[in-house]
């Protein structure tokens, strides 16, 4: 089944950590992004990329950083230099003109 | 910022009454689309609507776009119980691939 998959689910992280966050598809999608949602929120946009080695910020990329070193995965990693990173993180991946985009389930990060 | 602001943040009806929900946006855009969130899930693609399309229907759901007022609303008619969920806009700016989503509308429908 073609589908895009995030892990883990859930993620726990003390202060000061970093934590990667693993997102694949295998949909052959060109492009891949990352948001982040707190409660009752919309969808805000960390990272997007349109092509392998190619990634651009966006509107809240400051203590993230992400690498697109094969089409089929786009890992996040929150760095200790974020400083609110408790949220909801979504991956999402598209053709490359961005006319249907499919989420995986989501990992849910809490800093302990 | 945000490109997407949906109007209301919330909305409560009885099923099989009609749910509407708008979106507004500031910039050129190619396409608008609409999303469909279950609760701790992920999004799930609803319809997309072209910048020279002006009305899109898909089952129950009818969306509209007026790029002369930067805005858009779903319909959903005869509203079911299972349409309980969040529903958000997202546009892809006329200057690149980049998807910006609004913050949503919740929507529960009482049986």
């Known amino acids: 089944d073609g589908g895009i998959t995030q892990s883990p689910k859930y993620l726990f992280r003390k202060e000061g950590q970093n934590v990667t966050l693993s997102c694949e598809q295998n949909?052959?999608?060109?492009?891949m992004y990352w948001y982040r949602q707190d409660p009752g929120q919309g969808l805000r946009l960390i990272y997007y990329s349109q092509i392998v080695n190619d990634f651009q910020k966006g509107d809240i990329a400051e203590g993230y950083s992400v690498s697109r070193e094969k089409k089929e995965s786009f890992p996040l990693t929150v760095t200790s230099a974020q400083k609110n990173p408790t949220a909801f993180y979504l991956c999402?991946?598209?053709?490359?003109?961005?006319?249907?985009?499919?989420f995986g389930q989501g990992t849910r990060l809490t800093v302990v | 910022s945000q490109q997407g602001e949906e109007d209301p943040q919330a909305l409560s009806i009885q099923e099989g009454e009609n749910a509407t929900m708008n979106c507004s946006y500031k910039?050129?855009?190619?396409?608008l689309q609409w999303y469909r969130q279950n609760s701790g899930r992920g999004l799930v693609h609803l319809i997309l609507i072209r910048s020279n399309e002006r009305e899109k229907h898909s089952g129950r759901l009818r969306v509209t776009l007026d790029t002369s007022k930067k805005s858009s609303s779903l319909l959903i008619t005869a509203s079911r119980a299972a349409d309980t969920a969040s529903y958000f806009c997202a546009t892809e700016a006329a200057a690149g691939n980049k998807l910006t989503f609004g913050g949503g509308t919740r929507v529960l429908v009482k049986p």
């Open positions: 999402a991946s598209s053709t490359d003109r961005a006319l249907e985009a499919f």
């Open positions: 949909l052959n999608h060109d492009a």
């Open positions: 910039t050129s855009i190619n396409n």
